[in-house]
């Protein structure tokens, strides 16, 4: 989706809520009270893929008990209509970690159009993923109390995902099959591979309201980055990524052709971060804290 | 010197308590609010588990608490839901017959209370607080003091030995297979229905001793018995005579009279058998009872100590209060006959005729509506002379029973002009008659008909007509029985007017039906979604009720935490009325500040219950009869009804937490906590109608799968009272 097309999105969205709001003047809200400012914290337990810390994988029972998480931010602001639905939008920042532990940069060099030389680096830590996401929502509450009770969230996301390299350091090797060897050191500097994402939340919660003020908040979220799904389920991790070569007929280290889709070290920066927003969006627990606000 | 100091108070409050018949209304208590009905049932639980002896096994320690719990919050839900009268001139009656009976036992009598429960039905019963409810119907239909007597005599030994709670105890011994049933307990009903009747006999017995101290007539307990065992005949059995319907060519009955009236069984016939029952079967009473008072002379015994006069009041007034509880029963048939009889004595009645009035009425909507049965009852299970009236009913067709109504409502309109509520139904009928019976003005004639010479010809040449001729003549027939119903009413201009109205909206409404049908549900649709701006200043909320049931346990009503959360939801009540700025009146059925509110709570309850049964037939309650009046005494027509209940049960879902669980044990302290709480679900409603009308203003029943917190609670009725107080945007 292009950002042209995202802004009238954005902006009909906000139409369609501000005329709701105009003429729903019937709601009665929790005795009142339409508006809630939340804050909530999201995660799920990092599984499979890493975390910030580059940890991964569960055990709940000791001495070996690890409950790696990832965590991420949200301020959402969310407005009933009317008893059976609110409108609402949310800011978050959602932190993990990119596993580059299988990544090999490396260029060939050509002799009468052999390979004879790989230079390569391999990457020593694993990279950071943040993401900037703003969600625009409806929320359905089936029981007619809205805000309180159990609620169903219809939304779609854009998120701006953009990979830390600062903690990667690239070891570098070479390979030859003849005498020469050329060093090259491979400079990430001023790399901050950055992408747009987009794509459609689905998530369901129970809001419960302490001292007529204090909103209470536990749920799930599950989001389908659609952008990113073309990202996902692919192997970017390959052994090899010729940066700048783009075919070779034979000799000893043959690249791995399929590593050809990519046309530069910063694109595949940018698909390992589509591919995680992909899965680190996918299902995330949540607990919020808010109040009342109107 | 006691008995003359009764007799002048019988006199007495003869005078003062007496309503006049001709002017009768229902029955209401009257005086101070008894004690009872504002003490809380758990400190009378607390209060009744202290009489429990330690001496008793465990086990029937345990039955009898529960019983003092469960029979204590019974006894208070049926005083408090305005189901009974009290210190009403019936039940002044019962209580001095009562003194009567135990002039030598004043701290016995002492210890009673004497109620009377508006109910139809021929019955009364003791509780084991000393609280005795004889019933409407039973006081209707006995015939003098002395059977009163014995029957009070009966009850007073049921309160006297504990009879309930050691027929409970009991109960559970035979159910748990405990003490001497731990051998011989193969069929369980049996014995408890052979313990129970062991009671009986003992109430019939020791209570024979209480009456024989008196010098009521013993001759009387046979009369007793009799009340018992025809029970289920109306308080007279006279042939039913349509005069009252009739007109100059216009004779309902002719076409609907029964041939063979069902001859009247008693109950209990002789060889009726009582094994399962919980009382001896009555012949068998009547045999016992025979046989103690065999050799007792009845010399001197009479069957009125107290009053004559004043027992002649109290059955007139429990007879015509048997209309009334029958017509908001939507017995119409029981009421219409019931009437009638009592019309023959006082033939100008403005109740009764209302009463026969409004039968007509409901059972013509019922009738057009297809569902004259739910509020007719069965002919062919009806003995005695009033069969004729159910079968009359029964088979009348929709129009000739809209027409009947309409006759009869504006007939009776004419000679009581005072009375609103004969003008709104006899105009609701009218409409009814035209826009749902399928009647046309045309099918009425303006003028009676001139002798017709032509019959004799027509039957001569019958044999030429053809089938279409045939199956017309046979519709004009049909037609014909009503066609001069109207023929005096038509000089009434109103009635004109009316009828041509409704022809009117009735022609509309063929135009445009679907078009309003599908505006109404698009309107249902929009109101479910926004709610409602009904734009209400004033209402007054009615009996706010509130039940706690937790159906893992063996008692499932929570009734002390029940009473406790009532409390919160009546005062949350009053906060969300302030906070929407409605003015909120309560007339709670928690505490009665004065007889005046007990009254009106129990009326409007009749009110609501009644339109309850209704359900979506629109019509008139019959209870509005006596609510209008309530619309100036609170300065609104709105009330309100709400409540809350809230369910615990076991859980059901194991599926995804069984999973959970599974893999790698993450699951376990959800597992845990899942399994150790209850699955909470809560209802709530508020009903809240305009007294003067028919229509819901809003219907408003919520589930929600949650605990009953009190954001849940403040949340639905904010919600009830933002509907009620917003205003309709222009």
Redesign the interface.
């Given at each position: 989706m292009r950002m042209k097309e995202i802004k009238q999105v954005i902006i009909l969205g906000i139409i369609m809520l501000l005329v709701k709001l105009c003429v729903?003047?019937?709601a009665?809200g929790?005795?009142?009270k339409k508006l809630i400012i939340e804050y909530s914290v999201t995660g799920a337990?990092a599984l499979f893929r890493i975390n910030k810390n580059g940890k991964s994988g569960?055990?709940?029972?000791p001495p070996d008990f690890k409950l790696p998480m990832n965590y991420g931010h949200k301020l959402t602001g969310s407005y009933s209509i009317?008893?059976?639905s609110a409108y609402g939008a949310s800011l978050e920042l959602f932190t993990t970690g990119v596993d580059y532990s299988n990544i090999t940069l490396g260029k060939g060099v050509i002799e009468n159009n052999r390979i004879t030389q790989i230079n390569g680096h391999n990457a020593q830590n694993d990279a950071v993923l943040n993401t900037y996401g703003l969600t625009l929502f409806k929320s359905f509450y089936r029981?007619?109390?809205s805000p309180?009770?159990?609620h169903t969230n219809i939304g779609i996301k854009i998120l701006y995902a953009s990979t830390d390299l600062s903690q990667v350091n690239f070891s570098s090797f070479t390979n030859t099959n003849n005498n020469q060897t050329e060093v090259l050191v491979y400079d990430l500097s001023g790399k901050s591979p950055s992408s747009i994402e987009w794509g459609f939340t689905y998530g369901m919660g129970?809001n419960?309201?302490?001292f007529?003020k204090v909103v209470i908040n536990f749920g799930f979220e599950v989001v389908l980055m659609f952008s990113a799904l073309n990202a996902w389920g692919e192997d970017w991790r390959g052994q090899y990524d010729f940066t700048d070569y783009t075919g070779v007929e034979e000799g000893r280290f043959s690249p791995n052709t399929f590593n050809k889709k990519l046309s530069s070290d910063t694109e595949l920066f940018k698909k390992l971060g589509s591919e995680r927003v992909f899965t680190s969006q996918f299902f995330n627990l949540k607990i919020g804290i808010g109040f009342l606000a109107h | 010197m006691r008995l003359l100091f009764l007799a002048f108070m019988a006199h007495f409050s003869l005078a003062l308590f007496s309503q006049d018949i001709d002017n009768f209304s229902i029955l209401q208590s009257k005086g101070d609010v008894p004690e009872e009905f504002n003490t809380l049932s758990s400190e009378k639980v607390k209060e009744g588990i202290k009489t429990i002896s330690k001496k008793d096994n465990l086990t029937d320690q345990k039955s009898a608490k529960r019983f003092i719990l469960e029979s204590n919050y019974f006894i208070d839900e049926l005083l408090s839901n305005g189901a009974i009268l009290y210190n009403e001139s019936l039940c002044e009656y019962i209580g001095n017959v009562a003194t009567v009976l135990l002039e030598d036992d004043k701290e016995l009598r002492n210890q009673l209370r004497f109620y009377v429960l508006k109910s139809p039905t021929v019955n009364a019963f003791a509780t084991d607080r000393g609280t005795i409810f004889i019933t409407v119907g039973l006081l209707a239909q006995i015939e003098n003091e002395a059977q009163l007597a014995f029957i009070l005599s009966h009850e007073i030994v049921h309160y006297k030995n504990k009879h309930a709670r050691t027929g409970y105890v009991e109960g559970q011994r035979i159910e748990h297979n405990s003490g001497k049933y731990r051998r011989d307990n193969w069929d369980k009903k049996l014995n408890k229905s052979k313990y129970s009747k062991e009671l009986e006999l003992q109430a019939d017995i020791d209570g024979l001793q209480i009456f024989l101290k008196s010098k009521y007539s013993f001759k009387e307990i046979n009369g007793a018995f009799d009340v018992l065992q025809y029970a289920h005949i109306p308080i007279d059995d006279v042939p039913f005579n349509t005069e009252i319907f009739n007109d100059q060519e216009f004779d309902v009955l002719k076409n609907y009279i029964k041939e063979e009236i069902e001859p009247i069984k008693p109950i209990d016939d002789e060889d009726d058998d009582d094994d399962y029952h919980t009382h001896p079967n009555i012949n068998k009473r009547r045999s016992i009872m025979a046989s103690e008072i065999e050799g007792k002379s009845n010399e001197g015994r009479t069957e009125f100590i107290y009053s004559t006069e004043a027992f002649k009041h109290v059955k007139t007034l429990a007879q015509f209060e048997l209309s009334y509880l029958y017509t908001k029963q939507r017995l119409y048939g029981e009421a219409l006959y019931n009437s009638y009889l009592l019309l023959r004595s006082y033939p100008n009645n403005k109740f009764l005729k209302t009463n026969i009035g409004y039968c007509l009425y409901a059972m013509s909507k019922y009738r057009n509506d297809g569902k004259i049965h739910k509020v007719l009852t069965d002919y062919s299970g009806i003995q005695g002379e009033s069969q004729q009236v159910f079968y009359l009913f029964d088979k009348m067709e929709k129009k000739t029973m809209g027409t009947l109504a309409v006759k009869y409502l504006w007939d009776i309109k004419g000679e009581d002009k005072d009375n609103s509520f004969l003008s709104v139904i006899a105009e609701d009928a009218l409409k009814e008659l035209l826009l749902e019976s399928g009647a046309r003005k045309s099918d009425y004639k303006k003028i009676f008909p001139e002798k017709d010479t032509s019959q004799l010809a027509e039957e001569v040449v019958e044999t030429k007509v053809s089938k279409y001729d045939r199956i017309k003549k046979l519709k004009d027939s049909e037609e014909n029985e009503i066609q001069y119903a109207f023929v005096n009413l038509f000089k009434n201009p109103e009635f004109e007017k009316l009828m041509n109205q409704y022809e009117k909206e009735y022609v509309n409404k063929v135009k445009d039906g679907d078009e309003i049908e599908k505006n109404k549900r698009e309107e249902a649709r929009r109101k479910e979604?926004?709610?409602r701006?009904l734009g209400i200043e004033k209402v007054v909320m009615v009996s706010p009720n509130y039940k706690r049931f937790d159906l893992r346990k063996q008692v499932t009503e929570q009734h002390e935490f029940s009473e406790g959360r009532k409390e919160d939801f009546i005062d949350l009540n009053i906060k969300?009325a302030e906070?929407?700025g409605v003015e909120l009146s309560m007339i709670s059925n928690t505490f009665f500040e004065s007889t005046d509110k007990y009254n009106d709570m129990s009326l409007l309850n009749d009110w609501m219950d009644e339109r309850f049964e209704h359900q979506n037939l629109h019509i008139y309650p019959y209870c509005k009869l006596f609510t209008d009046g309530l619309v100036q005494k609170y300065g609104t027509t709105y009330f309100g009804w709400s409540g809350m209940y809230s369910l615990r049960t076991k859980k059901t879902g194991w599926g995804w937490i069984g999973l959970s669980v599974l893999y790698?044990?993450?699951g376990i302290p959800i597992g845990i906590y899942y399994a150790l709480t209850p699955e909470n679900h809560t209802f709530y409603y508020t009903y809240l109608v305009d007294i003067t009308n028919y229509d819901f203003l809003m219907s408003k029943e919520?589930?929600?799968?949650?605990k009953d917190?009190n954001?849940?609670m403040?949340?639905?009725i904010?919600?009830s009272y933002?509907?009620i107080t917003?205003k309709t945007?222009e």
């Open positions: 729903a003047q019937t009665p929790y005795m009142g337990p569960i055990d709940i029972f009317n008893r059976k029981n007619g109390i309180l009770g159990r129970v419960r309201i302490l007529d | 979604k926004e709610g701006a969300c906070k929407t790698y044990g993450m919520d589930y929600v799968k949650m917190h954001d849940v403040k949340s639905y904010y919600d933002h509907q917003t945007k």
